[in-house]
């Protein structure tokens, strides 16, 4: 027995067909029928009931996914201002570490709460910050159960010192005993992720999967990467890093491998489709084609990119020279919110002043495709990001009664440079109804606001030596 929702006279909207008004079926987790609306609901004796919704008013669009994000940072919006990379990098460590199990839950699930308002169904969740324990992993995973969200939880890993974040001269002696990016044993971080996958990776079904994932390569020896690989093909999952954010990690690998860092990746076989990279500012057109060639994707974040001067990502290059680009919000702390309809709307408006040929503009189109096709190619989830018979039923309702839809021009422009998630209505993850009528049905958001409103001044508290040392830190950076 299956439960049905149809979706009845709606007007569909996504990345590889054209607006147009349709009955939408969808039977359990998946998208049974796309067709022209009729008056009538067929009967099926294998369903309990068919929900039945007035698409009249609506705009029916792929969920959104969100390619790179930090669970543990949706607490802290607005806490830095004009920070350089490395100089937020310590802070955040003593923001982020020591939390219990219960706080690591928390975060994740005011994530989910802003997610599901502003139509993302997807996320990827490079987690945690610091080292962890199988008792972090399993909190994080149960806030997407409580949720219903798809997530992949990219499970961020490192062996060797966060060399690209030191001060000139080196760490303070002072720092060495209590420094949380002190490099876990290798062998340990492995069994984490063999242990985390067996026991949480929903392969069957797709909804919450895990994977390794590099803090960023120059953080990590071969000997990590090469096992890596090696997970990703014997779980057959994705392998997410962190890749060339600043130029001091470009200058890192040159010296290191006596070549670029993707061309090294490539040596350890690692660029691949498998493959998902955030940021990726500091790249060359060669390793553009190299990326392109093997099937690797970029995770654009222009608005963490932009907050802390790390660079302008060349997303134009990298689409035309046929290199796959999804899109992220990074962590909250440096955003400071999780909405991709702002994500969308700069990641192709950035591109445009510095290309003077406005046939390489990237448009309203290719920011929906990397906003949905692209995020589904980083979570390998087949179907992800279509309206199409036999796709997961990852969908969003927005209403086109908002004043920013009125009067509705062009759906598609009107989405990506004038919409927002105060329009989202209804939200369905895998056939399951997780958002009506602008309402969180999934779960109660209340008394996870609640308990999140005094988490960062506890935190704080807590770790008071570790804000010293951060400060210690961001004194001696230039």
């Keep these: 027995m299956t439960h049905r929702i149809l979706v009845r006279d709606v007007l569909v909207l996504a990345a590889e067909t054209a607006p147009a008004r349709r009955d939408v079926l969808i039977e359990g987790a998946r998208i049974a029928a796309v067709r022209a609306p009729s008056a009538t609901i067929e009967p099926d004796t294998h369903v309990i009931d068919t929900q039945v919704i007035d698409g009249r008013d609506k705009l029916l669009v792929p969920g959104l996914v969100n390619g790179h994000t930090h ?31 219960d706080e690591i839950r928390l975060s994740a699930l005011l994530g989910c709460i802003e997610h599901l308002r502003n139509g993302t169904t997807a996320v990827v969740d490079h987690f945690p910050e610091q080292g962890f324990v199988s008792s972090d992993v399993d909190a994080v995973v149960e806030a997407y159960e409580i949720a219903g969200l798809r997530a992949m939880v990219a499970l961020r890993v490192f062996d060797e010192p966060y060399s690209d974040i030191d001060p000139p001269g080196g760490l303070p002696t002072s720092v060495a005993a209590s420094n949380p990016l002190t490099p876990p044993p290798l062998r340990d971080s492995l069994d984490l992720i063999e242990e985390a996958i067996a026991r949480h990776d929903h392969a069957a079904d797709g909804r919450i999967r895990l994977c390794p994932a590099p803090s960023n390569p120059s953080r990590c ?76 994707i970029a995770v654009h974040n222009p608005e963490s990119n932009l907050k802390l001067g790390a660079g302008i990502a060349p997303v134009a290059r990298m689409l ?21 309809h702002e994500v969308m709307r700069l990641a192709v408006m950035l591109q445009r002043p510095g290309e003077p040929d406005r046939r390489r503009w990237p448009t309203a189109a290719d920011a929906l495709t990397m906003a949905t096709l692209s995020g589904a190619a980083v979570m390998r989830v087949n179907g992800l990001g279509r309206i199409a018979p036999g796709a997961p039923a990852d969908l969003v309702l927005h209403d086109l009664t908002a004043p920013f839809w009125t009067p509705l021009n062009d759906p598609l422009t009107q989405l990506v440079f ?61």
Excluded at 322 to 339: E, K, P
């Design 71 to 101: 669970s543990p940072l949706n607490v802290l919006k607005g806490t830095g201002d004009v920070l350089s990379h490395p100089a937020f990098m310590w802070l955040n460590q003593a923001d982020t570490a020591n939390r219990s199990s």
């Design 221 to 296: 020896s071969d000997a990590l990467l090469e096992a890596v690989r090696d997970l990703s093909l014997k779980f057959d999952t994705s392998v997410h890093m962190h890749l060339l954010e600043t130029r001091i990690q470009a200058e890192i690998a040159e010296k290191r491998y006596n070549t670029t860092m993707v061309a090294h990746l490539e040596r350890l076989g690692l660029v691949t489709d498998r493959l998902s990279c955030a940021h990726t500012i500091w790249i060359g057109d060669d390793d553009i084609a190299r990326m392109a060639a093997g099937g690797a």
């Design 320 to 340: 035309a020279a046929g290199m796959r680009v999804a899109l992220g919000t990074d962590g909250a702390s440096t955003n400071d919110n999780l909405d991709m």
């Design 418 to 478: 004038g919409g927002s998630g105060s329009s989202v209505d209804t939200v369905v993850v895998d056939g399951r109804v997780l958002m009506e009528a602008g309402k969180i049905t999934a779960f109660d958001p209340e008394p996870v606001l609640r308990e999140a409103r005094d988490l960062v001044k506890h935190l704080r508290a807590r770790n008071v030596a570790l804000h010293g040392l951060a400060a210690e830190i961001a004194a001696a950076l230039p």
